[in-house]
């Protein structure tokens, strides 16, 4: 794509067409093309971008056709009664609309404190538009409650990447990298459905000779073209990482030089995979020794070897940890850094990449700085004119903002950009439940999706081809998505509405709602940070097809490959993590015998609230269809078409069956995109999140499967009466209104009104007998300061040892609660019913076991301070 040339052309005026470059609004790629609007409906054609050279999906092709969709929001819509959502929404005007929103912020944070105000957003909003709302969340609000749907899908990779290389950009060299790779190893990923202009560059290395391994439990469209398919159990791909480094170790195909000089941290790891022999890790994951050698064979003799992982791989409760085991498996083949070879990521959404660096998330400030980082505070508030002190420290993840709505200490009023967390959340149910428990939902979309039906305003929004702004894509390319028509009258973008807002709030004048001059202001606060693009501007990305960051000048010429010299780090090396596979946390019993896994189709996209309503994708994908394996299929009844109910300890959810033999016998897959009767959502598990990113472990629970009748045009969902509850919220009587916290004008740091506190850790333990309970380490006593009072919220143990543990919680030296933990498990335990400890109480954790028994125990009891 030239220039400017084809940007903005032609004029306005009635009847009068222009014709604009800009990109698709669905996956990473961002694959250009060229719209022609003005006269409705618009029409488009591919470009020859470097993500897509010409081609589009599906989904790219039919994205114009939801511009005039006769469901589109034009209007704000509230509440016929204020306070109660179960009056109908009606048309509104947008200062009617307006006012009620800036009220419930106002009454909210007036009753229960900043943080009682949250925001949630998406990886669709455009740099400037995350960007903004991260700023608005605390600068406008002065609140620490922000999170976004990001977390759900991209946050294992980069606390993985962030951690071994010191940065995290998924892909840290292009994408057309692939098509000369000698192997490619895709774990977790199927490209050919959910981004199939990608699979142009795979081709082209399959071509000249190149051999793919695709690791999946399923024979994806990707894995039934690749060379080699590994098929594991969803949950082991960790440990089938460990074991291919094994082997590797073991025949002396790691590169020693290359770990000797460019890393750090190896010789743990070593020791740590010695226990993933080849047989033992079959046994684990039902991938063949004969295919694990294979794979590490060919990694390990190729000149050019890349390594790539995606959601499969990442969304589990220990998804950090499996992704660095795959990064450990590159760095011991020396392949990150290397000319044509490396370590990445696939990111999924739209600006997936871009929307987890610029302060959306609830650790970060732009350019990927922390919140943590006195540093970072002090310039980026310097860049928004405020005072350092006065930026709130982190706040939840996203799941765990999501399940304390509606109580005290959680958020009551929330605001909702570009995310439909009804239908993407895990365990769905419970998280549409604590949106009803809000005092105050407001949802910004252009469709009224299945969360802007639980709203008390819903604010109508631009589409992506009738605003302006940046991208980040898959490969770290900084794009422009440029505006190719008018939205409808009186329409905003997501950041007009903030900057509106923030009017409304008395921060009008540090908010704008001009893209770039958000942009620039996005550059100065990014510079110097890891994701820095203070040398990154429209008229650069508009001649040179988009700039690669960092890019911290106007000189620099952008960064395509990272960690050619050296990696992100104070001494410039990789760092090997030593990490364990742990079992799936919900594993098959006998009420709920198989595994179930999630992901996309080819012609559905995210929540599907756009490509559901979508003509030409309803015709592609107009059901959501569970797959099942012919041997599972036969055993249950249950044909082709039929109708199945999946259910969980969560929920239940109705799917027509697709039988086929891609998948294993012992696995059930459900797409994501559908709510409501056929929400796999509703059956994920939500109860063990990963420790270092705070992904829910969507790709593997435990699931039952039953017939539930013939082939239907139309699936009825399952009886409200069979559902599984949600657990309640205690939720608390309304306090009385207290004044704000700033009564003088003075230099302070930002009040905190709860502090957690944490015991945990991983201990030894020698059995006395079970009737013997003794203090494990110190470590695990607690004494509540004078003047507080504090309550224990949950209890995780683990338990390595093959006999039954007891976890004694004590009260200045009395007995509150035992936790027994079996042989070789674990335990999770909310503490609802524990009373309020006052200050003075002493808190301790005992440990119980048989006679003699040793091993370690895994000790995490979380409070809140007060």
Same mark, same amino acid.
């Given at each position: 794509m030239t220039a400017a040339t084809a940007a903005d052309r032609a004029a306005g005026g009635a009847g009068t067409s222009r014709t604009t470059d800009t990109h698709c609004p669905y996956c990473s790629l961002q694959c250009g093309m060229r719209v022609t609007a003005g006269d409705r409906p618009a029409t488009l054609v591919p470009l020859d971008f470097p993500t897509n050279r010409g081609g589009l999906c599906s989904k790219g092709w039919s994205s114009v056709e939801l511009l005039d969709h006769p469901e589109r929001l034009v209007h704000p819509l509230v509440r016929a009664t204020p306070g109660d959502r179960t009056s109908p929404l009606v048309e509104a005007t947008w200062d009617e609309a307006l006012d009620r929103v800036v009220g419930a912020i106002r009454r909210t944070q007036r009753t229960y404190g900043r943080d009682a105000v949250g925001c949630f957003g998406g990886g669709s909003l455009t740099n400037e538009q995350a960007y903004q709302f991260g700023k608005f969340a605390r600068v406008a609000l002065r609140t620490s409650a922000i999170d976004y749907n990001g977390r759900f899908c991209m946050s294992s990779a980069a606390g993985a990447a962030n951690r071994a290389f010191g940065i995290d950009r998924g892909m840290p060299f292009p994408l057309a990298d692939i098509a000369g790779a000698d192997v490619v190893v895709l774990v977790g990923s199927n490209p050919a459905d959910t981004m199939p202009p990608a699979m142009q560059y795979f081709d082209a290395g399959r071509e000249r000779g190149a051999e793919h391994v695709v690791v999946d439990p399923r024979r994806t469209a990707t894995a039934r073209n690749a060379a080699l398919h590994?098929?594991?159990?969803?949950?082991?791909?960790?440990?089938?990482?460990?074991?291919?480094?094994?082997?590797?170790?073991?025949?002396?195909?790691?590169?020693?030089?290359?770990?000797?000089?460019?890393?750090?941290?190896?010789?743990?790891?070593?020791?740590?995979?010695?226990?993933?022999?080849?047989?033992?890790?079959?046994?684990l994951t039902g991938v063949p020794v004969a295919d694990q050698r294979r794979t590490v064979f060919a990694l390990a003799r190729a000149e050019k070897a890349i390594v790539l992982t995606a959601r499969g791989a990442e969304q589990h409760r220990s998804g950090t940890d499996t992704t660095t085991a795959w990064i450990n498996l590159a760095l011991a083949l020396g392949l990150p850094g290397r000319p044509g070879s490396g370590y990445?990521?696939?990111?999924?959404?739209?600006?997936?990449?871009?929307?987890?660096?610029?302060?959306?998330?609830?650790?970060?400030?732009?350019?990927?700085?922390?919140?943590?980082?006195?540093?970072?505070?002090?310039?980026?508030?310097?860049?928004?004119?405020?005072?350092?002190?006065?930026?709130?420290?982190?706040?939840?993840?996203?799941?765990?903002?999501?399940?304390?709505?509606?109580?005290d200490g959680g958020v009551r009023t929330l605001l909702v950009l570009a995310s439909n967390v009804a239908v993407s959340a895990p365990d769905a149910r419970r998280v549409v439940s604590r949106l009803r428990d809000l005092d105050f939902l407001a949802v910004s979309d252009f469709f009224l999706s299945e969360t802007a039906e639980l709203a008390d305003v819903v604010l109508p929004s631009a589409m992506w081809a009738e605003e302006a702004g940046t991208m980040t894509n898959v490969e770290g390319r900084v794009i422009r998505r440029r505006r190719a028509l008018d939205p409808p009258a009186g329409v905003p973008d997501d950041l007009q509405l903030l900057a509106t807002l923030a009017e409304r709030l008395g921060a009008g004048e540090r908010f704008s709602g001009d893209p770039e001059t958000v942009f620039d202001e996005l550059r100065r606060a990014s510079a110097g940070g890891a994701a820095d693009y203070a040398g990154i501007s429209y008229e650069r990305i508009d001649a040179e097809d988009g700039v690669f960051w960092p890019c911290p000048s106007d000189t620099h010429p952008g960064t395509p490959r990272l960690f050619a010299d050296r990696f992100a780090t104070p001494d410039g090396r990789a760092r090997f993590v030593r990490v364990e596979h742990v079992e799936a946390h919900e594993r098959p019993d006998a009420d709920y015998p198989y595994v179930l896994t999630t992901g996309r189709v080819l012609a559905q996209y995210q929540s599907g609230t756009q490509t559901r309503r979508t003509r030409t994708l309803q015709m592609v994908a107009p059901t959501p269809r569970a797959e099942l394996h012919p041997d599972l299929a036969r055993r249950l009844g249950i044909a082709q078409d039929d109708v199945v109910e999946l259910a969980t300890r969560r929920g239940r959810a109705r799917f027509h069956a697709l039988v086929t033999d891609a998948i294993r016998p012992d696995v059930v897959f459900a797409p994501f995109h559908w709510g409501g009767g056929s929400s796999a959502n509703a059956l994920t598990d939500a109860d063990a999140l990963d420790p270092t990113s705070r992904m829910p472990a969507f790709k593997v629970c435990a699931v039952a499967v039953?017939?539930?009748?013939?082939?239907?045009?139309?699936?009825?969902?399952?009886?409200?009466?069979?559902? =599984?509850? +949600?657990?309640?919220? #205690? /939720?608390?009587? !309304?306090?009385?209104?207290?004044?704000? %916290?700033?009564?003088?004008?003075? @230099?302070?740091?930002?009040?905190?009104?709860?502090?957690?506190?944490?015991?945990?850790?991983?201990?030894?333990?020698?059995?006395?007998?079970?009737?013997? =309970?003794? +203090?494990?380490?110190? #470590? /695990?006593?607690? !004494?509540?300061?004078?003047?507080?009072? %504090?309550?224990?919220?949950?209890? @995780?143990?683990?338990?390595?040892?093959?006999?039954?543990?007891?976890?004694?919680?004590?009260?200045?030296?009395?007995?509150?609660?035992?936790?027994?933990?079996?042989?070789?498990?674990?335990?999770?335990?909310?503490?609802?019913v524990v009373e309020d400890l006052p200050g003075g109480t002493v808190v301790e954790l005992h440990a119980a076991a048989p006679e003699g028994v040793t091993g370690e125990l895994v000790v995490d009891l979380g409070l809140v301070e007060v």
């Open positions: 590994l098929q594991p159990l969803p949950g082991t791909d960790l440990a089938l990482a460990n074991g291919l480094l094994h082997i590797a170790i073991a025949e002396g195909l790691v590169d020693t030089d290359y770990v000797a000089t460019r890393t750090t941290g190896f010789d743990d790891v070593r020791a740590g995979v010695a226990a993933y022999w080849p047989d033992r890790v079959e046994r990445g990521t696939v990111t999924g959404q739209g600006n997936g990449q871009g929307g987890r660096e610029h302060g959306q998330k609830a650790d970060q400030l732009p350019g990927y700085r922390s919140l943590r980082d006195p540093a970072a505070r002090a310039h980026v508030a310097a860049v928004w004119g405020v005072d350092p002190d006065d930026l709130p420290m982190p706040g939840k993840s996203a799941f765990e903002l999501l399940d304390a709505l509606g109580t039953t017939r539930v009748g013939g082939p239907a045009e139309r699936i009825d969902p399952p009886a409200a009466a069979t559902q =599984p509850r +949600p657990r309640p919220h #205690a /939720l608390l009587t !309304t306090p009385e209104p207290r004044p704000p %916290a700033r009564t003088r004008p003075a @230099r302070r740091s930002t009040r905190v009104k709860s502090t957690p506190r944490f015991l945990q850790g991983v201990f030894p333990i020698t059995g006395e007998g079970l009737a013997k =309970p003794g +203090p494990v380490d110190a #470590a /695990l006593r607690y !004494t509540v300061p004078a003047g507080t009072s %504090a309550q224990a919220l949950y209890f @995780r143990g683990g338990n390595s040892t093959g006999e039954l543990v007891y976890v004694l919680l004590l009260r200045d030296g009395e007995p509150m609660r035992w936790f027994p933990i079996g042989a070789k498990g674990d335990v999770h335990v909310p503490l609802r």
